[in-house]
T-cell receptor, first 116, second 113 residues
Framework: DTGVSQNPRHKITKRGQNVTFRCDPISEHNRLYWYRQTLGQGPEFLTYFQNEAQLEKSRLLSDRFSAERPKGSFSTLEIQRTEQGDSAMYLC??????????????FGPGTRLTVL | DQQVKQNSPSLSVQEGRISILNCDYTNSMFDYFLWYKKYPAEGPTFLISISSIKDKNEDGRFTVFLNKSAKHLSLHIVPSQPGDSAVYFCAARYGGSQGNLIFGKGTKLSVKP
């Protein structure tokens, strides 16, 4: 399977704990996005990488959130001191940048976080 | 303030008939629009897109129409099949942005056999 993969698929944690999610994009894709989806809402943009550079962050990404893509391949999203409001589906998407054309984003299955 | 709005939370259609899903947007700076389909416990799957310089794009049973003056787009599925039952998200991209998308809240389509 050469699609976008995310691990773990589910995470249950207690309030105040730290959690880390991983995303492996499609191998030739140089752009990687993180989104968050809560119940009854569409995905909301969190942050974006082009290769290893984090180029944009949403105001939704508080200072408890940090994302990395150290070698321009997989990415991690860490949430420190989790709060119940962090409970959501965290989605990763990737795409390939080509000049003068727009390429759709391919999404992974998501990591569902539940904070107790 | 929702910039991409899907005002119908759900839609039920008989198999073989047309499904029409609607989306309205407020920002005239959007230059690309996309429709994604989402099954439970899966990530969104890309369906079809349209550039703001076009008014129609067709791919098999799926056609997207864009009315820029009304800031409205619609997805037509003809004929509808039970496997089309899913949540459909409309998404838009700011012109010249790095590609992050603004999504609507989704419309749950149920196609009854």
């Amino acid at each position: 399977d050469t699609g976008v993969s995310q691990n773990p698929r589910h995470k249950i944690t207690k309030r105040g704990q730290n959690v880390t999610f991983r995303c492996d994009p499609i191998s030739e894709h140089n752009r990687l996005y993180w989104y968050r989806q809560t119940l009854g809402q569409g995905p909301e943009f969190l942050t974006y990488f082009q290769n290893e550079a984090q180029l944009e962050k949403s105001r939704l990404l508080s200072d408890r959130f940090s994302a990395e893509r150290p070698k321009g391949s997989f990415s991690t999203l860490e949430i420190q001191r989790t709060e119940q409001g962090d409970s959501a589906m965290y989605l990763c998407a990737s795409t390939r940048r080509t000049p003068r054309s727009y390429n759709e984003q391919f999404f992974g299955p998501g990591t569902r976080l539940t904070v107790l | 303030d929702q910039q991409v709005k899907q005002n119908s939370p759900s839609l039920s259609v008989q198999e073989g008939r047309i499904s029409i899903l609607n989306c309205d947007y407020t920002n005239s700076m959007f230059d690309y629009f996309l429709w994604y389909k989402k099954y439970p416990a899966e990530g969104p799957t890309f369906l079809i897109s349209i550039s703001s310089i076009k008014d129609k794009n067709e791919d098999g049973r799926f056609t997207v129409f864009l009315n820029k003056s009304a800031k409205h787009l619609s997805l037509h599925i003809v004929p509808s099949q039970p496997g089309d039952s899913a949540v459909y998200f409309c998404a838009a991209r700011y012109g010249g942005s790095q590609g992050n998308l603004i999504f609507g809240k989704g419309t749950k389509l149920s196609v009854k056999p």
